[in-house]
């Protein structure tokens, strides 16, 4: 009950004053402590019906546990239980807000604040944008600052304050600059701004709303207790603090011992400076140094099997840190029959059918390659339409041998696409794509609200006809994706005439934000081992935990708006700093270590590597050893040691058996797995197979390896297309092949380059492309004089591109050696060169081997091609044309082979020829992996040596 002046009737002037502190100790399980405290002080009517109480705690992991554990204790006693509001900090000042008036939502904020912006003068906005100069119709861009100003309006709402630093408390001079105020000020007026046009389509910003209880809170619960929250952000405490003036009772309930008291502030949040140098005693052997997730993954195998069954499954909780790393901690688990359950649920950004829309939103806005290839390698995509992997692996060749920029309305075909790729299937399967979502990719500017329709039309096509369960995650997933659709229709006339015409991306981008923080939830598994994030590990009451990951990533405060809040002004104001989490932290490891003393286990597993392979550093609550020699041990260990990582796959997602080498990939057997024998090998080839006949099956019998889809430029071997393929256009053009005048040739290859990058890459590669394709043709300067002294030496180019077989097989077992010759010169004695461009330095000698040793056939095998279209054995002679990058590598090059070496060479080749025929093959990869071989290091189980220098490369 209330009185006239708005004060409480139970009134009592020590609840006005003061916040009365408990102290648990942490000793023993904290919920559960904390539940039975809840029962005995608070649900039997001691102060009054649970409607008069909230609870706020910490997270909503911590909220579901302490529900459950009161129903529990009731239900034990035979007794109802009337449960109070539980509320995470977070959703605390949502409680008390006018429910009268309406929240502007994420987009409906978004939207006002980018085109408020937009009309501001760039005087006005000067401050924000800096040297910037957005376009104004640009709106994507427009909504990037808007998150920007919006984030910032928010993070000084949970320190109590509004943007404008007019109402904010006296600050010193070199924390609050010129420069400094007048951005706060811009923002103060844009957010003005935007609350006015919001109030026009009667909406009010949520942060104004909370802003509003420090002032005066119109209904302020009996009671609140503060259970487990040790870092409240100050505008809730200023709440709170309001409430008490008005009678609310407050009892903060610590995790601590009551001799920790000076360590906590009124409201039992830490106090920063008392934990900077607590001692944290952990146990050497409680810690494990892992690498990559994976790695992390298998150290926590097996340390958990070191327990030998001492804790079941439910009452083991592992903590992962870095929710980057979850994914691939559970895969690694759940291979090796461990159930896994995150209780935070899965980001719905990383769901099957927000990635869909997320890679729509790339390819409708970019048309890039990348975002196309994305698009048809969507599993549900390639559902719809039918795509084989055959077709996507003549995708990955096409990229690999063109570098497409981009995927536009018609397909582009590369003027020497015939022999390197199957093009039918992917004009196909262009068409196919164009015609699915061809709403989203013929359309050109329109209203937001006319792209809501067409998206929500577009996702119901795509998936109208599928029949889902109620626990169906796509249909959770697709729920959420319609609701943030609902959020865009909700905008008024008035903000979607503002906002103008628009591009699809725009909408994208605005569903895209709608869903972040979003989780789908997962249902409880008896079964399963929990896995929970780092707050929801500080009060997890599990008796075994072991926490992955512990770098020191996890202390750093926020980096967002640094530019505005840097961390002095940061202390200044309220606002979290580094400092309140490291005193949080410092405080959860502790509570965490003493309530498994004695009948727990808490173990440590430190990451030394993030997802994508980047080095991580130990955090540093692992180092505060009170003994100095334990600590430069510990450190050594941390920071300088780490093992070797080999790639495992767990049992059940590999072969099944008993050997303890199990745990690694096994290297497949050329004897056993049956293929069909080769029938064609290509004179290039020979080299692949004496580096190691091992990789040479892997390539070219089982037809494995890699085609990237991340290339950016050329490498060395496209790079020798691109001059390969001028060189070839000057020695077909009978006008100039023949010609003595290096002015006339060179002139001719110039063009003749840039016919070839557009030929390869369409008229508009990348800029990359371009450069090299600049690069090529300072090499045909060189080349140019050397071909006109080549000519007037007599020599006259006689066949080009010149394709011959060499028959060993039968006609029940064909096999066939198949060359093509680069060039084919004949002098006006009767003398015959063979010739092959090569774009590097290395000579002809040096590229076949040593004198004992031979590591590539192809010029002795040359020979034989040329005997076999006719031309004279004796007057062959063969050799390299280098292009290399300077004057002094550009030149004719022969090597120096005697005929005794020249039938090595060809006892080699036949040797080869019958090894292949036979199927004969090395059972394990040569060591050390031959250059170049990266691509294959995945399945052979070693890093790829990856050559240096200039190498010499032909096509």
Same mark, same amino acid.
């Given at each position: 009950m209330w009185s006239g002046k708005n004060v409480p009737l139970w009134y009592s002037p020590r609840s006005m004053t003061e916040v009365k502190k408990h102290f648990l100790g942490w000793d023993t399980p904290f919920l559960p402590t904390a539940a039975k405290w809840l029962q005995e002080h608070y649900l039997h009517d001691e102060f009054g019906s649970a409607k008069d109480l909230v609870i706020v705690v910490s997270g909503n992991a911590v909220r579901r546990r302490l529900q459950s554990l009161l129903v529990e204790m009731s239900s034990e006693q035979g007794k109802a239980i009337d449960l109070p509001s539980f509320v995470t900090t977070s959703s605390f000042l949502n409680l008390f807000l006018d429910q009268s008036k309406k929240i502007a939502s994420k987009t409906i904020q978004a939207v006002t604040t980018a085109t408020?912006?937009?009309?501001?003068?760039?005087?006005?906005?000067?401050?924000? %944008?800096?040297?910037?100069?957005?376009?104004?119709?640009? =709106?994507?861009?427009?909504?990037?600052?808007?998150?920007?100003?919006?984030?910032?309006?928010?993070?000084?709402?949970?320190?109590?304050?509004?943007? +404008?630093?007019?109402?904010?408390?006296?600050?010193? +001079?070199?924390? %609050?600059?010129?420069?400094?105020?007048?951005?706060?000020?811009? !923002?103060?007026?844009?957010?003005?701004?935007?609350?006015?046009? =919001?109030?026009?389509?009667?909406?009010?910003?949520?942060?104004?709303?909370?802003?509003?209880?420090?002032?005066?809170?119109?209904?302020?619960?009996?009671?609140?207790?503060?259970?487990?929250?040790?870092?409240?952000?100050?505008? %809730?405490?200023?709440?709170?603090?309001?409430?008490?003036?008005?009678?609310?009772?407050?009892?903060?309930?610590?995790?601590?011992?009551?001799?920790?008291?000076?360590?906590? +502030?009124?409201?039992?949040?830490?106090?920063?400076?008392?934990?900077?140098?607590?001692? $944290?005693?952990?146990?050497?052997?409680?810690?494990?140094?892992?690498?990559?997730?994976?790695?992390?993954?298998?150290?926590?195998?097996?340390? $958990?099997?070191?327990?030998?069954?001492?804790?079941?499954?439910?009452?083991?909780?592992?903590?992962?840190?870095?929710?980057?790393?979850?994914?691939? @901690?559970?895969?690694?688990?759940?291979?090796?029959? @461990?159930?896994?359950?995150?209780?935070?649920?899965?980001?719905? =950004?990383?769901?099957?059918?927000?990635?869909?829309?997320? @890679?729509?939103?790339?390819?409708?806005?970019?048309?890039?390659?990348?975002?196309?290839?994305? =698009?048809?390698?969507?599993?549900? @995509?390639?559902?719809?339409?039918?795509?084989?992997?055959?077709? /996507?692996?003549?995708?990955?060749?096409?990229?690999?041998?063109?570098?497409?920029?981009?995927?536009?309305?018609?397909?582009?075909?590369?003027?020497?696409?015939?022999?390197?790729?199957?093009?039918?299937?992917?004009?196909?399967?262009?068409?196919?794509?164009?015609?699915?979502?061809?709403?989203?990719?013929?359309?050109?500017?329109?209203?937001?609200?006319?792209?809501?329709?067409?998206?929500?039309?577009?996702?119901?096509?795509?998936?109208?006809?599928?029949?889902?369960?109620?626990?169906?995650?796509?249909?959770?997933?697709?729920?959420? !994706?319609?609701?943030? /659709?609902?959020?865009?229709?909700?905008?008024?006339?008035?903000?979607?005439?503002?906002?103008?015409?628009?591009?699809?991306?725009?909408?994208?981008?605005?569903?895209?934000?709608? %869903?972040?923080?979003?989780?789908?939830?997962e249902y409880p598994n008896q079964d399963a081992v929990d896995i929970v994030g780092w707050l929801e590990a500080m009060t997890d009451d599990a008796p075994c935990l072991f926490v992955v990951g512990m770098d020191s990533t996890l202390l750093e405060a926020s980096t967002k708006y640094q530019t505005y809040l840097p961390n002095k002004l940061r202390e200044e104001l309220g606002l979290e700093t580094e400092d309140i989490k490291y005193a949080r932290d410092a405080h959860a490891v502790l509570a965490m270590q003493h309530s498994r003393e004695v009948h727990g286990h808490l173990g440590w597993i430190l990451a030394r590597k993030t997802i994508e392979g980047d080095p991580l550093t130990p955090n540093p609550l692992l180092l505060r050893c009170e003994d100095d020699k334990q600590l430069a041990s510990r450190s050594l260990k941390m920071i300088v040691e780490i093992e070797s990582e080999s790639p495992s796959i767990p049992p059940q997602f590999g072969s099944q058996s008993s050997s303890k080498e199990d745990d690694h990939l096994a290297l497949p057997d050329p004897s056993v797995i049956k293929t069909k024998p080769l029938q064609r090998m290509s004179v290039t080839s020979f080299k692949e197979y004496i580096a190691c006949s091992y990789r040479f099956w892997l390539h070219r019998v089982l037809e494995l390896g890699e085609e990237r889809d991340d290339v950016r430029e050329l490498d060395y071997a496209l790079f020798g297309s691109l001059v390969h393929g001028a060189l070839e256009l000057f020695g077909k053009e009978d006008s100039v092949k023949d010609s003595t005048d290096e002015k006339v040739i060179h002139a001719f290859l110039l063009e003749a380059v840039d016919k070839v990058v557009a030929g390869i890459f369409g008229k508009y590669p990348l800029s990359t492309i371009s450069v090299q394709g600049e690069l090529a043709k300072q090499r045909m300067r060189s080349f140019s004089k050397l071909q006109a002294e080549h000519r007037k030496a007599g020599w006259k180019i006689v066949g080009v591109e010149e394709k011959e077989e060499l028959q060993f097989g039968t006609e029940e077992q064909p096999f066939v050696v198949v060359g093509k010759i680069d060039r084919i010169d004949m002098h006006e004695d009767g003398r015959v060169l063979v010739l092959d461009y090569k774009t590097g330095s290395t000579s002809a000698e040096k590229a076949h081997g040593t004198k004992d040793e031979w590591t590539d056939l192809q010029l002795p095998i040359y020979r034989h091609l040329a005997k076999k279209m006719g031309y004279d054995f004796d007057e062959v002679k063969t050799g390299f044309i280098l292009v290399g990058s300077k004057d002094t590598s550009v030149r004719f090059d022969f090597p120096d082979w005697d005929e005794a070496q020249l039938q090595v060479a060809d006892d080699r080749f036949v040797e080869i020829v019958e090894d292949v025929k036979a199927g004969k093959y090395n059972s394990t990869p040569t060591t050390p992996a031959p250059r170049f071989s990266e691509d294959l290091s995945w399945i052979c189980q070693d890093g790829g040596i990856i050559g240096t220098g200039e190498e010499n490369t032909s096509v």
């Open positions: 408020v912006m937009r009309d501001f003068s760039r005087q006005q906005l000067a401050p924000i %944008l800096g040297l910037n100069n957005p376009d104004y119709d640009d =709106l994507n861009t427009w909504f990037e600052y808007a998150k920007e100003v919006n984030g910032v309006a928010r993070e000084l709402a949970f320190g109590g304050y509004n943007p +404008d630093p007019a109402t904010w408390p006296e600050l010193p +001079d070199d924390l %609050l600059t010129t420069k400094a105020l007048d951005r706060f000020e811009a !923002i103060a007026a844009i957010c003005r701004k935007v609350s006015e046009v =919001l109030a026009k389509d009667q909406y009010v910003v949520q942060d104004s709303q909370w802003l509003s209880l420090a002032e005066e809170v119109p209904h302020p619960p009996k009671s609140i207790v503060l259970l487990g929250t040790t870092d409240l952000n100050q505008l %809730l405490i200023k709440v709170v603090s309001g409430m008490m003036q008005c009678g609310s009772h407050v009892d903060a309930v610590i995790r601590a011992p009551e001799a920790k008291q000076y360590y906590f +502030d009124e409201f039992g949040s830490v106090i920063p400076d008392k934990w900077k140098t607590e001692t $944290i005693e952990i146990p050497d052997n409680a810690i494990e140094i892992a690498g990559a997730p994976s790695s992390q993954a298998n150290k926590l195998l097996c340390a $958990i099997a070191s327990l030998e069954g001492k804790f079941s499954k439910d009452e083991i909780t592992i903590a992962v840190t870095n929710e980057e790393s979850i994914p691939v @901690v559970r895969r690694q688990l759940e291979g090796h029959s @461990v159930d896994t359950r995150f209780a935070g649920g899965d980001s719905l =950004l990383q769901s099957p059918e927000v990635k869909l829309v997320e @890679v729509i939103r790339d390819y409708s806005s970019t048309n890039s390659y990348a975002a196309y290839a994305s =698009l048809v390698r969507h599993p549900y @995509v390639g559902s719809l339409l039918s795509i084989t992997s055959g077709t /996507l692996h003549e995708l990955d060749r096409y990229y690999a041998h063109h570098l497409p920029t981009s995927i536009g309305k018609s397909w582009f075909t590369p003027s020497d696409i015939s022999w390197r790729v199957q093009n039918k299937p992917l004009i196909e399967l262009h068409k196919k794509v164009r015609e699915w979502f061809s709403s989203i990719l013929d359309s050109k500017e329109q209203l937001i609200s006319t792209w809501s329709s067409v998206i929500r039309e577009l996702l119901l096509k795509l998936y109208g006809n599928q029949e889902l369960d109620r626990q169906s995650r796509m249909l959770f997933s697709l729920r959420a !994706i319609f609701s943030a /659709l609902d959020s865009i229709d909700s905008l008024s006339e008035r903000s979607v005439q503002s906002a103008g015409m628009v591009k699809s991306g725009t909408v994208f981008d605005l569903i895209l934000d709608e %869903l972040k923080g979003v989780a789908i939830p």
